[in-house]
Each structure stands twice: as C-alpha cells, then as structure tokens.
Antibody, heavy 124, light 107 residues
C-alpha cells in the first residue's frame, strides 16, 4: 500500500523559513516523480513544485520560484520542500503527491496518490 | 497559464440521481485532464485521467468525457459516499492548474 506522510508544517512569521518532509513507503520511490501541491479555502488547489524520480529535474510555480526548493533523498525515501522568505499568502495545507508515471510512459503531471497534508501558517 | 473553470460551484442532488459536472479550459487541448474527488479533511483522490480513463479501483458509475475546452464528469447514479467536492486539473501545459471545484451536496 502506497503511503505518503508529510511533516514539518508549523506556524512561522513572515520572512521565516520552514522545511517540509514527506516520507514515502509501499512503492519504489526513486521510480516516481513527486510534487508538492497546496490548498487554501480562498485559492483552492495549486501545484507548487515537482521533481523527477532521480532528482535531477525540478520545476516550480511562479509564485514560489526563487523562494522554495524541492529535493529528495532516494536512500531515505523522502521528499522535501525548503520554504524560505515565507509570506502570508503561502499559508496553506501542503500535500505531497505522486506522479503515476507508468500510466503515461513518462511523467504524467497528475497525481495518483497523496499524503494527508501538513499545515503551514505564516503570520504577518 | 491555462485557467480552469468549473460549474456549477455547488450542486444539490439526491441519491440515485445522474449528475454531470463541467470543467472548461481557457485554452484548447486534447485530453490532458484529470478529475479528483475530495472529502472534508482528506486529500484529493484521483478518479479520472486523460479525460476519460477510470483510475483503478474507482467505481464504474464515474465517467469522464470531453476535449478541447469542455470536459465533463458524470456520476450515473449517486451514492451516499459520492457527496464531496470535485476538482479538474489540466496537465497539458506548465504550470498544471486546477479548477475551483464543484461541491456536491445532498438535496
């Protein structure tokens, strides 16, 4: 059974930093691209960042590029999101999500498994 | 960026009803669309990919169709477990964008 377990969400002041983690199990982690997707009641679901299975390619939404860094440690089956220069508008539930890959013969860019989420609150 | 617009924002229906949810894109693309179901306090769950392909384990009462700028998700006979929010997502072009969702309520 695929399991994705996020952690690291917290209350942080504007301008601060936070690192989110997502521990994966139940599948061959290095074989799958992964993403972070966030959700707020006001803006809904927003794809934030993605990374290839081997960790060589990373992409970012314009809203976070230059402030957030996605990375992974395949030896630990863990995905990370380093969040710097946090703003009030980064307040959201953050989900890690798996790209099914094999359904598309490559990276699909939709998501077949999601974690339960970790809440980030940025106070201004 | 491709904007995804879902309608209606809220839909009231009864168990056994057939319902259709709509997702419109600001630009035309082929079939690079996914549908998700989300219940309160839970993560989204993939229902449909490539506009009409049913994800493994999803009941056959769910179906998707469409291409170009209009896509639909149909539930043929609503079950109590189906009352939730539904989101579409395009993955035709970067950045991958979601619709604002349709909340399906019990009438």
């Amino acid at each position: 059974e695929v399991q994705l377990l996020e952690s690291g969400g917290d209350l942080v002041q504007s301008g601060g930093s936070l690192r989110l983690s997502c521990a994966a199990s139940g599948f061959t982690f290095r074989s799958y691209a992964m993403s972070w997707v966030r959700q707020t009641p006001r803006k809904g679901l927003e794809w934030v960042a993605g990374i290839s299975g081997v960790g060589l390619g990373a992409t970012y939404a314009d809203s976070v590029r230059g402030r957030f860094t996605i990375s992974r440690d395949n030896s630990k089956n863990t995905l990370y999101l380093q969040m710097n220069s946090l703003r009030a508008e980064d307040t959201a539930m953050y989900y890690c999500a798996r790209d099914p890959g094999k359904q598309c013969g490559g990276d699909c860019h939709y998501f077949d498994d999601w974690g339960q989420g970790t809440l980030v609150t940025v106070s201004s | 960026d491709i904007q995804m617009t879902q309608s209606p924002s809220t839909l009231s229906a009864s168990v056994g009803d057939r319902v259709t949810l709509t997702c419109r894109a600001s630009q035309s693309f082929n079939s690079w669309l996914a549908w998700y179901q989300q219940k309160p306090g839970k993560a989204p769950k993939l229902l449909i990919y490539k506009a009409s392909n049913l994800q493994s384990g999803v009941p056959s009462r769910f179906s998707g169709s469409g291409s170009g700028t209009k896509f639909t998700l149909t539930i043929s006979s609503l079950q109590p477990d189906d009352f939730a929010s539904y989101y579409c997502q395009q993955y035709f072009s970067f950045p991958y964008t979601f619709g604002e969702g349709t909340k399906l309520e019990i009438k």
